[in-house]
């Protein structure tokens, strides 16, 4: 175990590139996910390849960032382009624990609460990509995300009846919107998949940031929806994945949940 003391000894500097190449390896991790967990692969192995031509990627062709750069973005062998999302996705990982444990220190909560959190946030960087893709969003996801919500929140500065709360307003507004929109038009509008997320979101940042979630997702993606029609690139019924709005939402309000809540209730009272 680290010596809490002598963590705090080292350069500001060097804890903070240390965090980032750690979370470039996670984001690293999450690129495996994304692929791998809605096809029901192993996330153990075997060894990544090249989907183009099937080879086998060395470990000095998979360091986060690095690699990517050095190959210019291609396989090394059939110089294939490799997807531009690999290192966003590591990029993001890097920015999302950097951000996560500088946010745990100043909150002053314990590295429990802290390691949730961060694993939540990566969550939601792989519900953002599947979600994109197939328009799925993986229970061995949100279901494990929302007793981890509910654990940290008991040992949090959350609390878990605020927890719980955020579970029942975050799942029950989806759940009632679906309902609603199955019986009005007969078909379906939102998927299970969205009400587990929001139930996880609940569950991580309470009834509060549930809502502010909800509002802050919607308004993105009817902005989207209403870009897609103007270009002539969608309809009204065209559908979009909800999970890719709400997890970046969710970010949100992770990061500046108390500065968006302190604003809203300054606009209604003045």
Not at 36 to 59: D, E, F, K, M, V
Not at 85 to 99: D, K, N, S
Not at 224 to 246: I, S
């Amino acid at each position: 175990m680290i010596d809490p003391a002598t963590l705090a000894a080292v350069p500001a500097g060097l804890r903070l590139a240390a965090l980032f190449v750690i979370g470039l390896c996670l984001g690293s991790f999450v690129n495996v996910v994304i692929h791998r967990l809605p096809r029901g692969a192993s996330l153990a192995g075997p060894r990544s390849r090249c989907p183009q031509c099937g080879a086998t990627i060395a470990w000095y062709d998979n360091i986060p960032l690095l690699s990517y750069v050095l190959l210019r973005g291609r396989c090394r062998r059939c110089r294939h382009g490799i997807s531009w999302r690999y290192p966003i996705v590591e990029l993001l990982g890097g920015l999302l624990t950097v951000g996560t444990v500088l946010q745990a220190e100043w909150m002053g909560v314990g590295w429990g609460v802290g390691l949730a959190r961060l694993l939540f946030a990566l969550a939601l960087l792989a519900v953002i990509f599947i979600d994109l893709d197939l328009q799925i969003i993986p229970d061995w996801i949100t279901l494990p995300g929302i007793a981890a919500g509910l654990l940290s929140a008991a040992w949090g500065p959350l609390g878990l009846v605020d927890a719980l709360l955020g579970v029942l307003v975050g799942a029950g507004a989806l759940l009632l919107l679906a309902l609603g929109y199955r019986a009005a038009t007969g078909r379906d509008g939102l998927g299970m998949g969205d009400v587990k997320l929001m139930a996880m979101v609940g569950a991580f940042l309470g009834w509060q940031g549930a809502s502010a979630t909800l509002l802050l997702g919607s308004l993105a993606g009817s902005a989207v929806g209403v870009a897609l029609v103007l270009r002539g690139r969608g309809t009204r019924r065209t559908a979009l994945p909800f999970g890719t709005f709400l997890a970046p939402a969710a970010w949100v309000v992770l990061f500046l949940g108390s500065v968006l809540w302190s604003w809203y209730v300054a606009s209604w009272r003045g």
